[in-house]
């Protein structure tokens, strides 16, 4: 066997593989003879088929199969022995490799196409400048956040006319053209919310309405939603898909949820424990309660950036045309070529950033082991007891230890999660942070635009 590489790129090579009879005609013939003791054969008994009516029967096959598998291992090491750094899988080249007849042919030549990663230095270093959004915790904020609390924790009200935030219970009755009730159709009583109303003069029609008040619309038209028409109207999905009728809302209860006070018994409630006595006090951990929410945001989405700033910076080659056909090969009669082209970019991207990650992985060590798991998830538990208990309860927490390891998905989302810590920590101790303090709606605008 003789193996070769020929350059045919800056990041793309072909690898020639020639094999001769020495290589695979051992096992050839160790395969046939196992076909020979097994064969069942009419006129012969088991293990007596002469050798060479099993070798016209079967060789050609058990040629063709040993020596793909020579190829693959063969090439697999190769690849290993010579350190190259593929991209992909090695592909056939057909325009190479000519036509096999393992009928005649004893000596064969087969080539294959290689993408190689590019050589590259990455140096984590304070010239690499990286936002860290500091989202600002405003006081609009925390009023919409004591509200939705005080509305969790009040009390209903029936109040005689409806307003914008009420829930009103009643029928729902189909009408037919001329706008009587249809006989035998559609009849239901549910609760509508105006907020899940879309269309705004339907939204108006639910405001300042009394018991036995009356309205008429067509609740798919002003919910825009099949599954809430669905299940306003007590029908299959598939039913409220096609439905064109108007509907008669007749009113029999209004809901109103009166905002809890603001007093101790209710800053008990939400926060108990932590003797919280006045709304300033409640308006302070609501703020620290944000804060420690926002930060967590922050964090991945400096990660994000991070990761974009080192695929700028390191500006990475790879052999584009390679990948594209690899894709293609990979996923035969899955994709298409204009789909290909349209994910390429983020194919890309990907592709960059695992080779950016692989490098810092080797260069600065990071790995999770198993004890590193165990920590984390033994600190997660002993976090949870009171501090007088811990030492005591040492032997139960290793038993839920174990059993939280015998989890393998469980493992390996706290083992990604510890990786992603030692990266983010890396990323604060050698990058250059730049704060700016933005509002939530700012934030949000910037995240939703996070490549993926």
Same mark, same amino acid.
């Not at 919409?144 to 829930?167: F, H, T």
């Not at 390191?314 to 204009?338: S, V």
């Given at each position: ?44 008994? *088991? ?6 009516? %099993?070798? &016209? =029967? ?5 040629? /063709? +199969? #040993? $020596? ?125 919310? *105006? ?6 003069? %339907?939204? &108006? =029609? ?5 018991? /036995? +008040? #009356? $309205? ?237």
């Amino acid at each position: 066997m003789n193996i070769t590489k020929e350059s045919t790129g800056d990041l793309t090579a072909i690898v020639r593989i020639e094999l001769n009879k020495d290589d695979y005609e051992k096992e050839v013939n160790i395969a046939l003879k196992d076909y020979q003791r097994k064969a069942n054969i009419p006129g012969f008994r *088991p293990g007596k088929v002469p050798f060479g009516m %099993v070798k &016209k =029967m079967y060789g050609n096959a058990v040629m /063709a +199969d #040993k $020596i793909n598998s020579i190829l693959s291992e063969s090439l697999s090491t190769y690849i290993k022995d010579n350190d190259l750094k593929i991209l992909g899988n090695p592909l056939p080249n057909a325009e190479k490799t000519k036509a096999v007849d393992f009928l005649n042919q004893t000596e064969f030549d087969f080539y294959f196409d290689i993408g190689l990663a590019p050589n590259f230095d990455l140096e984590m270093s304070d010239s690499i400048d990286v936002d860290y959004y500091k989202i600002k915790i405003e006081d609009k904020m925390v009023d919409n956040y004591l509200e939705d609390m005080r509305k969790r924790n009040g009390s209903p009200v029936n109040p005689e006319v409806s307003e914008k935030e009420d829930r009103l219970y009643g029928e729902f009755v189909e009408l037919d053209n001329a706008g009587s009730v249809l006989k035998n159709g559609i009849s239901h009583k549910a609760s509508v919310l *105006p907020e899940y109303i879309k269309l705004e003069e %339907v939204r &108006k =029609m639910l405001v300042g309405l009394k018991i /036995a +008040d #009356k $309205i008429i619309f067509n609740p798919l038209k002003a919910t825009e939603s099949v599954t809430e028409t669905a299940a306003i109207l007590g029908i299959k999905s598939e039913e409220a898909e096609k439905l064109e009728s108007d509907f008669q809302f007749t009113v029999e209860e209004i809901t109103r949820i009166t905002l809890a006070n603001l007093d101790e018994e209710f800053f008990s409630k939400v926060y108990p424990n932590m003797g919280i006595k006045t709304e300033i006090e409640l308006r302070e951990q609501i703020k620290k309660d944000a804060a420690v929410a926002y930060d967590k945001e922050s964090e991945k989405q400096f990660m994000n950036n991070a990761i974009e700033k080192l695929i700028e910076t390191a500006d990475l080659p790879l052999p584009d045309d390679f990948l594209r056909r690899w894709l293609k090969e990979n996923n035969e009669d899955k994709i298409t070529e204009e789909q290909i082209e349209g994910q390429y970019d983020s194919f890309a991207r990907s592709m960059r950033w695992h080779l950016i990650e692989s490098k810092i992985v080797e260069d600065h060590k990071i790995e999770v082991n198993d004890g590193d798991v165990r920590s984390e998830i033994k600190n997660y538990f002993t976090s949870q007891l009171p501090e007088d208990n811990r030492d005591e309860e040492d032997e139960r927490l290793s038993g839920i230890v174990d059993s939280v390891m015998a989890n393998k998905e469980e493992v390996k989302k706290i083992s990604d999660k510890l990786f992603d810590d030692k990266l983010l920590s890396l990323f604060k101790e050698n990058l250059t942070i730049s704060e700016k303090d933005i509002s939530y709606e700012e934030f949000v605008k910037i995240a939703s635009t996070i490549k993926n």
